[in-house]
């Protein structure tokens, strides 16, 4: 059974850094794009960070770009998503995704398997 399990959120306080790991179980995907969402308090979820099977690609949203770097290694079925300079609006649910493509995405129907989040909460 394919399993995506999340971990790294805790409670920071604004500035500060956590990384998320996303460990993926069951069977490779080093070939398959991955991504970060979240779902803030009475919000929709939302595209954060999106890598390619190979690393080659990443795609940010605009609000996190320049402090939060995703990356992966398929060795360990792991990627990561380094979060710097939190920030209050950062808190959220963080959730991880696998694709059956290559490429990255930002559309939540791409994405066919997620785990079930860390929570994340940046005070002010």
């Known amino acids: 059974q394919v399993q995506l399990v999340e971990s790294g959120g805790g409670l920071v306080q604004a500035g500060d850094s956590l990384r998320l790991s996303c460990v993926v179980s069951?069977?490779?995907?080093?070939?398959?794009?991955m991504g970060w969402f979240r779902r803030q308090p009475g919000s929709e979820r939302e595209f954060v960070a999106s890598?390619?099977?190979?690393?080659?690609?990443?795609y940010y949203t605009d609000s996190v770009k320049g402090r939060f770097t995703i990356s992966r290694d398929n060795a360990k079925n792991t990627v990561y998503l380094q979060m710097n300079s939190l920030k209050p609006e950062d808190t959220a649910v963080y959730h991880c995704?696998?694709?059956?493509?290559?490429?990255?995405?930002?559309?939540?129907?791409?994405?066919?398997?997620w785990g079930q989040g860390t929570q994340v909460t940046v005070s002010s």
């Open positions: 995704a696998v694709r059956s493509f290559w490429g990255v995405a930002r559309i939540e129907r791409a994405y066919d398997l």
């Open positions: 890598i390619s099977g190979g690393a080659e690609d990443t």
């Open positions: 069951g069977r490779s995907f080093s070939r398959n794009a």
